[in-house]
Antibody, heavy 118, light 107 residues
């Protein structure tokens, strides 16, 4: 069974940093492109970033480029999102999601909540 | 960036109704469109991908159609479990983008 479990969320002050993790199991993690998507409270979905299987290609949304860094460790079956210079508008539930062979997002974790507030 | 315009934003319907949700892309995305269902407190779940391919395990009352810039999600006969929020998603080019969502409510 495919499982994605996010962790690392919490309360951070504006300007602070945090690293999110996503532990993957039940599939060949090293073969799939992985993504981060967030959802602000009561709002819609916002795609943030993706990283290809071997980390050779990375994309970011404009809203996080230069502040967030995606990475992965295929040996550990883990995906990461390093978030720096955090802003109150970054407050959201952060999901990791698998790309179906470079296609849509076929599996999602349950999310980890980030709150940016003083 | 490709903008996804989804309508309506809210839809009130009754059990057994046929409902259609529309998504329009700001430029052609070929068939690279997915539809997701999200219930409160849960992660999104893919229903349809590549515009019209039904995800394994999704009831056949859900269907998708369209190509280029105009797409629809149809539920042929609403069931109680279908009341949720639905999002379209283009994966033709980065950055990936989503529609703002359609909340399907019980009339």
């Amino acid at each position: 069974e495919v499982q994605l479990v996010e962790s690392g969320g919490g309360l951070v002050q504006p300007g602070g940093s945090l690293r999110l993790s996503c532990a993957a199991s039940g599939f060949a993690f090293s073969r799939f492109t992985m993504n981060w998507v967030r959802q602000a409270p009561g709002k819609g979905l916002e795609w943030l970033s993706c990283i290809t299987s071997g980390s050779g290609t990375i994309y970011y949304a404009d809203s996080v480029r230069g502040r967030f860094t995606i990475s992965r460790d295929n040996a550990e079956n883990s995906l990461y999102l390093q978030m720096d210079s955090l802003r109150p508008e970054d407050t959201a539930l952060y999901y990791c999601a698998r790309s179906r062979l470079g296609s849509d997002l076929d599996y999602w974790g349950q999310g980890t909540l980030l709150t940016v507030s003083s | 960036d490709i903008q996804m315009t989804q309508s309506p934003s809210t839809l009130s319907a009754s059990i057994g109704d046929r409902v259609t949700i529309t998504c329009r892309a700001s430029q052609s995305i070929n068939n690279w469109l997915a539809w997701y269902q999200q219930k409160p407190g849960k992660a999104p779940k893919v229903l349809i991908y590549q515009a019209s391919t039904l995800e394994n395990g999704v009831p056949s009352r859900f269907s998708g159609s369209g190509s280029g810039t105009e797409f629809t999600l149809t539920i042929s006969s609403l069931q109680p479990d279908d009341f949720a929020t639905y999002y379209c998603h283009q994966y033709d080019s980065y950055p990936y983008t989503f529609g703002l969502g359609t909340k399907l409510e019980i009339k």
